[in-house]
């Protein structure tokens, strides 16, 4: 098992609503990167955080959004949920320019009814 | 944009056969290839791993192998075991150096047969 933690475990959440999911990085690590992983599917890319700045964004919309604070801690912040974004949502930390290997937390499974 | 290929979708074997999954890659700066394991509602878990200086790669019964020039590296299983039972994941770093971002295949369910 990694150090990584993430919370909550599930949510349930209706359209339109907002959600936060939050990830605590491995103990040395300074970079957490956020992936969404749909049903079926490998886990896509969303952003990452590094030095509590948005270091690189996938292919998401504006409504997804990011925090890191000081202690490499972070948020993804989702607004005006839809259907489709129903997944599990990963956080993996890592350390930037040192090595490309992830940590990866348990996930959020997030549903939109 | 990057963009990572994996193949086949579902790998069916008899247990004690060998399996091998294959992926493509597009950005010729990705310079690390990582294979995860995933288990049904669980993470992604790092089986094994290889970087861009060297061609292959084995723990115990799980190897991989990478051709840079092709832009494609495998996964090889052998002695399947029930437990290897899985959905496999591989995926290949995004841009030069150690940026610590990952595009990833569209996975491979594998049944091992007992």
């Known amino acids: 098992e990694t150090g990584v933690t993430q919370s909550p475990t599930h949510l349930i959440k209706t359209r339109g609503q907002q959600v936060t999911l939050r990830c605590s990085s491995q103990?040395?690590?300074?970079?957490v990167s956020w992936y969404q992983q749909a049903l079926g599917q490998g886990p896509q890319f969303i952003f990452q955080?590094?030095?509590?700045?948005?270091?690189g964004r996938g292919n998401f919309p504006p409504r997804f959004s990011g925090l890191q604070f000081p202690n490499y801690s972070s948020e993804l912040n989702v607004n005006a949920l839809e259907l489709d974004d129903s997944a599990l949502y990963l956080c993996a930390s890592s350390v930037l320019h040192e090595d490309n290997e992830q940590y990866f937390g348990p996930g959020t499974r997030l549903t939109v009814t | 944009g990057e963009n990572v290929e994996q193949h086949p979708s579902t790998l069916s074997v008899q247990e004690g056969d060998s399996a091998v999954i294959k992926c493509t890659y597009s950005d010729s700066a990705s310079n690390y290839f990582p294979w995860y394991k995933q288990e049904l509602g669980k993470r992604p878990q790092l089986i094994i791993d290889?970087?861009?200086?060297?061609g292959e790669k084995k723990d115990q019964r799980i190897a991989v192998t990478l051709n840079k020039t092709a832009k494609h590296f495998s996964l090889h299983i052998t002695e399947t075991q029930p437990e290897d039972s899985a959905v496999y994941f591989c995926a290949a770093s995004v841009g030069s150096g150690n940026t610590g971002k990952l595009i990833f295949g569209q996975g491979t369910t594998l049944q091992v047969k007992p």
């Open positions: 955080y590094y030095r509590e700045e948005e270091n």
């Open positions: 103990s040395g690590h300074n970079t």
């Open positions: 290889i970087r861009s200086n060297v």
